[in-house]
């Protein structure tokens, strides 16, 4: 944390200098001579990133967000409580096309922090009643800026504004790695490491991509009966992808058209894939596809099992 004074080198120089040799009542008193002003300061560390990134759990549940965090800039500790107050600043959201603001009724906080006496920080709490009201396909933004402060202290200009960037989040959201294989007529391979991020689109229900296909806008809906793990597979909305068949016992004999897939596993934990969630290891395994070609009815087949990181 620095401490907000100003003092010139030349000013050093010379408060050394008349230190040494002005050694009377007067000096002392600060009657003359050149004296160091302490200047009290509070601000918001996390300003100079511009935002905060603070994800919910997708329940009905309350939770807190106990951010941002205010800290007084001064020398020594205070034998008093600072208190500060706080204002929304919806601007801050309204700059940013991608965030929507978050409703009034969504939260409750008193704007208010105090730092207590011998402390140097605290943090604003916000509380989300219902986050299970809140859409999970939004970033929601809550503009923020420090009005006032007590105790003589004053707003640092530069770094009193704040973002807080909120996104709603089930337990299957995350980062993930999947392994596997994409089975297809004329371009067969293996899916191997690749990185997924799974994003939360509902309580029990995740985006993800489809196979290696997230170039080509194909992705999927992962919905987890929380009591068993068996998984729904549906196309993701706004993606390119048709309707998807599950193929929970093995890999499909038959095409859509009733043709022969020919189709046999080739790696080793084909057998796993079974469309089930598993929480021990926080794993999908998958094994479902679509109709494509020229006819919409030759399968293509992804068999994977995706981990969280």
Excluded at 76 to 99: C, E, H, I, R, Y
Excluded at 172 to 180: A, R, V
Aim: hydrophobic share 40%; charged share 15%; aromatic share 10%.
């Amino acid at each position: 944390m620095k401490n907000i004074f100003k003092l010139s080198f030349f000013g050093v120089a010379m408060t050394v200098a008349f230190s040494s040799c002005l050694k009377d009542k007067g000096f002392d008193n600060g009657d003359y001579g050149i004296q160091v002003i302490e200047k009290k300061g509070v601000s918001l560390p996390q300003a100079i990133g511009g935002s905060i990134d603070y994800g919910l759990l997708f329940t009905d549940a309350p939770q807190v967000i106990a951010s941002p965090i205010v800290a007084l800039e001064t020398i020594g500790a205070q034998s008093s409580d600072v208190t500060v107050q706080f204002a929304l600043k919806p601007d801050l959201v309204s700059a940013d096309p991608d965030l929507t603001l978050l409703p009034a009724s969504a939260y409750t906080t008193n704007f208010t922090a105090t730092i207590k006496a011998g402390q140097l920080l605290d943090t604003l709490e916000i509380t989300i009643p219902r986050a299970s009201d809140l859409d999970a396909n939004l970033t929601y933004g809550l503009g923020l800026e420090l009005v006032s402060a007590s105790n003589g202290f004053t707003i640092a200009s530069n770094m009193k504004e704040v973002l807080i960037r909120i996104t709603i989040k089930n337990i299957y959201d995350g980062e993930y790695t999947s392994n596997g294989y994409f089975y297809h007529p004329t371009a067969p391979r293996a899916i191997t490491n690749r990185p997924k991020t799974l994003f939360t689109t509902g309580p029990n229900s995740v985006e993800v991509e489809l196979g290696d296909l997230g170039g080509l806008n194909y992705f999927a809906i992962f919905t987890v009966d929380p009591t068993s793990g068996v998984l729904s597979i549906t196309p993701a909305p706004g993606s390119a992808t048709p309707a998807l068949p599950l193929f929970t016992s093995g890999l499909p004999a038959q095409n859509l058209d009733g043709t022969p897939t020919s189709y046999a596993a080739a790696w080793p934990n084909a057998a796993q894939c079974n469309n089930v969630y598993d929480p021990a290891t926080k794993e999908f395994r998958v094994r479902y596809g679509y109709g494509g070609g020229g006819s919409g009815q030759i399968l293509r087949v992804t068999e994977e099992i995706i981990k969280l990181n």
